[in-house]
Nanobody, 117 residues
């Protein structure tokens, strides 16, 4: 079992930046593929960014060039650096971990990001 705790959300003006953090419990963090998802009000949850255990990163078109996902295995932490935020980025942001060994997936509780005009 892996527990995930997100932090770093808040209210920011359009054009601003935020950095989200997600800390994982346990000793297998380095083997996990990590994702950031987001869910805006009234919309489906969507995948924003992925980082594999090997450090390969993948972004959705909506965040590419503005968001950066990274990980620090020594701290069991994955980050999402968000810049040039706009109101369409307003959502609850969720951290997800997937263990490739058995496909098990774990979710954090989410952190709210609100971007004002």
């Amino acid at each position: 079992q892996v527990q995930l705790v997100e932090s770093g959300g808040g209210l920011v003006q359009a054009g601003g930046s935020l950095r989200l953090s997600c800390v994982a419990s346990g000793s297998i963090f380095s083997t996990l593929a990590m994702n950031w998802y987001r869910q805006a009000p009234g919309k489906q949850r969507e995948l924003a960014a992925t980082i594999t255990s090997g450090g390969i990163t993948i972004y959705s078109d909506s965040v590419k060039g503005r968001f950066t996902i990274s990980r620090d295995n020594a701290k069991n932490t994955v980050y999402l650096q968000m810049s040039r935020l706009n109101p369409e980025d307003t959502a609850v942001y969720y951290c997800k971990a997937k263990w490739p060994r058995n496909g098990a997936a774990f979710w954090g509780q989410g952190t709210q990001v609100t971007v004002s005009d």
